[in-house]
């Protein structure tokens, strides 16, 4: 079974500390990871589609990388408005089915 | 500006009410999809549709309907027999199988 796992379930950063979340799959034929940024009552806002080992997406103070196994997703020099919830999401088939980790809070504190 | 319009941002249902969440799309996508989000869980896939008049289950469609009338269009109906309707509900979508999808704002459920 397709599997989503995200670590840490909560993160506390200072502005300016940088750190990295987690995201490990099991999924047989991974056609796409994706990550999100969601905040508190709003839809997901995409960030990132990862296809292939190696890859790497960048965007401001973020930047993704995938493995076979896992991706991160690297948060430098974090602001506060960097704080949000951020999921990731694999899908393995095409009909577009995703699955979803449940996510890796983050806190940027001033 | 495209994007994806879900009304009403807030429901409330009183017990044995069916209630109907909306999801509007002008990007021209052919897929569509609804999650619920539960407090501390990831989204979980109720329903999905490619395109129109056709529509599968997701992990969790007891308790739910669709149709799919209309390509922008992807109405939910949460019924009476969800015994536990109190979640976010998010409606996406996409334009093929290995792309991004792209969210509304979701619609909020509460038990009266």
């Known amino acids: 079974e397709d599997q989503v796992t995200q670590s840490p379930e909560a993160l506390r950063l200072q502005e300016g500390e940088s750190s990295s979340l987690n995201c490990s799959y099991t999924?047989?034929?991974?056609?796409?990871l994706f990550w999100y940024r969601q905040d508190p009552g709003k839809g997901p806002e995409f960030l990132f589609t990862?296809?292939?080992a190696g890859e790497e997406k960048e965007k401001e103070r973020l930047k993704a990388t995938l493995t076979k196994k896992e991706s991160f997703l690297h948060i430098t020099a974090p602001k506060p408005e960097d704080s949000a919830t951020y999921l990731c999401a694999v899908t393995a088939d095409s009909w577009g089915k995703f699955q979803f980790g449940a996510g890796t809070q983050v806190v940027v504190t001033p | 500006d495209g994007g994806i319009t879900q009304s009403p941002k807030y429901l409330f249902r009183k017990e044995g009410q069916n209630v109907t969440l909306s999801c509007e799309q002008n990007?021209?996508?052919?897929?569509m999809y609804w999650y619920r989000q539960d407090p501390g869980q990831g989204l979980r896939l109720i329903y999905y549709?490619?395109?129109?008049?056709?529509?599968q289950k997701g992990d969790i469609a007891e308790g739910y309907s669709v149709s799919r009338e209309k390509k922008e269009s992807f109405p939910l109906t949460v019924t009476s027999a969800q015994k536990n309707p109190t979640a976010f509900y998010l409606c996406?979508?996409?334009?093929?199988?290995?792309?991004?999808?792209?969210f509304g704002d979701g619609t909020r459920l509460s038990i009266l």
């Open positions: 999924v047989s034929g991974l056609r796409g």
């Open positions: 996406a979508s996409t334009i093929g199988g290995d792309q991004p999808q792209h």
């Open positions: 990862l296809y292939s």
């Open positions: 990007l021209n996508h052919d897929a």
């Open positions: 549709s490619q395109i129109v008049n056709d529509f």
